[in-house]
């Protein structure tokens, strides 16, 4: 008999360690398996246990609910925390799991598990089709960065590989600091052979040898799994002088960040990757041209890479049927803040935000009604309910003064203050400048004073206009998109909730 507890760091946080310590107390001759989070949040630690009819989930369960579990499933009893098969719980079942397919079905570091539920058929598939096609593969599947810019992949890919050099680099981003956001993380505990074959394509596509994964200094479980991973990779011949058998090499490293929010941003990752203080580079060149160490540098999000072993092992077109207009794939969306049902969702790019929200989240966790949805970390746009419409792909959100972002989705009740919501962002913005450039070093302090100064009331039509006139100044004159987006929150609050910043405060 198996039971899966997992072993990602949300269901860790509530308690999972201790319920499969229980479990395995109780049931000497079961296999306790430690898999990552299936991704519904709110019933973890989510415990699935192995049926004639296949996996079945009960959550969120206790310590204290072991002995009862252990009894029910002892005579194919009933329990209150039973909640069906797991593939068909409605949240799973609507979902389309191109990217998260593996996450909380195998054991993370089991390798054997790995290839049995199709691990490698990318990596095999790119060796067959050779470097040239496999980029062009990544162009035609329409696959665009999921860090939050949206940039073409296949057009960093075309470039880095046309580049003449001794020496390029694969270097993924998982310095994930967006408020509510948490897609890098599962992914990379939950599934990290699927980024390292990931990389391992990109590098032998575009001509690197060496890869890095820079992970935030906040995430240690993932950077204990991704290093276990890469022994075992390396053990089995999936990475160094002779990846599978063949004459290729490419080999992956991880570094640690050092807590900086503006790394990142590509060109601060760089530096820091280099021994330096993470601050923005001024572009060009970019990257794809002279990155790390001056060489050519294929940068990309771990939710981008994560996609590239589908579009490998299917073909650009299966790839790209799904998604809306030029938003090809689907996206990992994460759903946080005040929603009753937070979690990951990974569907089709042009679903609405009404349906993230209300459908899958459940509506507000207080039951109060939903005031304001803010999308893509804490530069994206506050969006009203009458706005919910929204569909979820760069350019419908960007028509609505929006933007994706990383897929982050944080949901306010009525009870938030817009005021201070448009006030957090100048300081956050403050707190985490690199501090190169002027517009956002000083604009974001001066943000703070005229916010400030508006919700006590101080000749606030004057100090609403200069306001407008510094984001515009932030947006317009940055080095990069730390204090270029920061208007992007204090407009549209300013946009869509007027009415706080007008009010008389106590």
């Avoid at 063949?246 to 820091?272: K, P």
Wanted: with cysteine.
């Amino acid at each position: 008999m198996r039971i899966w507890v997992p072993r990602d760091s949300a269901a860790r946080s509530v308690g999972a360690d201790d319920v499969a310590h229980a479990l395995t107390e109780s049931m000497p001759h079961a296999r306790v398996v430690r898999n990552g989070s299936r991704g519904l949040l709110w019933l973890e630690p989510l415990v699935e246990v192995e049926t004639p009819y296949g996996r079945v989930a009960y959550g969120p369960v206790t310590v204290d609910d072991v002995p009862s579990l252990v009894a029910a499933w002892s005579d194919a009893g009933a329990h209150p925390l039973r909640l069906g098969a797991t593939d068909e719980i409605p949240w799973l079942a609507r979902q389309q799991r191109l990217t998260f397919a593996r996450v909380g079905v195998i054991d993370p570091l089991d390798a054997d598990e790995y290839e049995a539920a199709g691990g490698l058929a990318g990596l095999h598939a790119c060796l067959a089709r050779g470097a040239q096609q496999m980029v062009e593969d990544v162009v035609a599947s329409g696959l665009r960065g999921r860090g939050g810019a949206g940039f073409p992949a296949g057009i960093k890919w075309r470039t880095v590989a046309a580049q003449d050099a001794d020496r390029k680099y694969v270097c993924v981003n998982a310095d994930e600091g967006d408020s509510g956001t948490f897609a890098d993380r599962m992914l990379m505990e939950g599934d990290p052979f699927l980024l390292l074959e990931g990389m391992t394509i990109a590098g032998l596509s575009v001509g690197a040898d060496q890869g890095v994964i820079y992970i935030r200094s906040e995430y240690p479980d993932a950077v204990s799994t991704m290093t276990q991973a890469l022994a075992i990779a390396r053990s089995r011949g999936w990475l160094g002088s002779n990846v599978l058998g063949s004459a290729a090499a490419f080999d992956v490293s991880v570094r640690v960040g050092a807590g900086s929010y503006v790394c990142g941003e590509e060109t601060a990752m760089l530096e820091s990757l280099e021994g330096g203080r993470g601050v923005v580079r001024a572009k060009p060149p970019v990257p794809a041209v002279s990155g790390l160490f001056g060489q050519p540098t294929l940068i990309s999000n771990v939710l981008t890479i994560a996609a590239v072993p589908y579009i490998a092992e299917h073909g650009p077109e299966a790839y790209a049927s799904f998604g809306a207009g030029r938003s090809r794939g689907t996206q990992v969306f994460q759903l946080a803040g005040n929603v009753r049902c937070g979690g990951i969702v990974e569907t089709a790019f042009g679903i609405t935000l009404e349906d993230l929200v209300i459908d899958f989240g459940g509506g507000t966790r207080t039951g109060r009604p939903v005031r304001a949805v803010q999308v893509g970390g804490p530069l994206g746009a506050y969006l009203p309910p009458e706005a919910m419409s929204v569909a979820m792909d760069y350019e419908s959100l960007s028509d609505a003064g929006a933007m994706l972002g990383h897929g982050g989705i944080v949901v306010f009740d009525d009870s938030v203050d817009m005021v201070e919501q448009a006030r957090f962002a100048m300081e956050f913005c403050s707190e985490e400048s690199c501090g190169k450039c002027t517009p956002c070093r000083i604009g974001s302090v001066r943000g703070v004073e005229v916010i400030d100064r508006i919700a006590r009331g101080e000749d606030r039509d004057a100090n609403t206009a200069l306001l407008v006139d510094l984001c515009e100044v932030m947006r317009d004159g940055s080095l990069c998109a730390m204090g270029g987006l920061t208007p992007m929150p204090v407009l549209s609050a300013l946009r869509d909730f007027s009415e706080d910043f007008t009010r008389e405060r106590t």
